[in-house]
């Protein structure tokens, strides 16, 4: 019974020192520049998705700003064009967000199908396929990529 008892202590014990690696490793590729640049791009593809969706269903949810809020002061390694096409991208997103609140907060299912998303489609998508493009170049550049973190076992 106790030999049973160490076995699983012994298996939890390594499942938790797994898992918080594995959250180590997250956090230090999120904070990464190429981890910024990917977490932003996640957030335009998903808004462009909804956009796209908004033609068929016309329920508007509000759309992803999270990684943009974030990250939009540490991203200067960026281009200066594709930062300023962001700002001007997430500000159109903002807007679009004020005015879904506003309806959900006065309950109008007319007002909500007065949001029209077809002005923020065009720069949305422009943005994203540039984002998309540095990255991909980018993907290999060890300036940009996570630092490798120092073991016990490791000299350099």
């Given at each position: 019974m106790g030999d049973t008892g160490s076995t699983v202590l012994?298996?939890?014990v390594l499942v938790l020192l797994m898992a918080f690696s594995m959250g180590l490793q997250f956090l230090r590729t999120r904070r990464a520049p190429l981890g910024r640049a990917v977490s932003i791009l996640t957030d335009l593809n998903h808004?462009?998705?909804q956009c796209e969706s908004t033609t068929y269903n016309r329920?508007?949810?509000r759309l992803k700003?999270?990684?943009w809020d974030r990250n939009r002061?540490?991203?200067?390694?960026l281009p200066e064009e594709l930062r300023q096409e962001l700002v001007t991208v997430f500000e159109q997103i903002d807007q679009v967000n004020e005015r879904i609140d506003a309806a959900i907060r006065f309950k109008s299912d007319s007002y909500m199908?007065?949001?029209s998303l077809?002005?923020?489609k065009t720069p949305l998508n422009t943005c994203r396929d540039q984002l998309k493009e540095w990255v991909t170049a980018n993907m290999s550049n060890p300036?940009?990529?996570?630092k490798k973190r120092r073991s016990l076992f490791r000299r350099f």
């Open positions: 012994l298996v939890v808004n462009a998705k329920r508007i949810g700003t999270g990684s002061d540490r991203v200067p390694f199908e007065s949001i077809d002005k923020l300036d940009y990529l996570p």
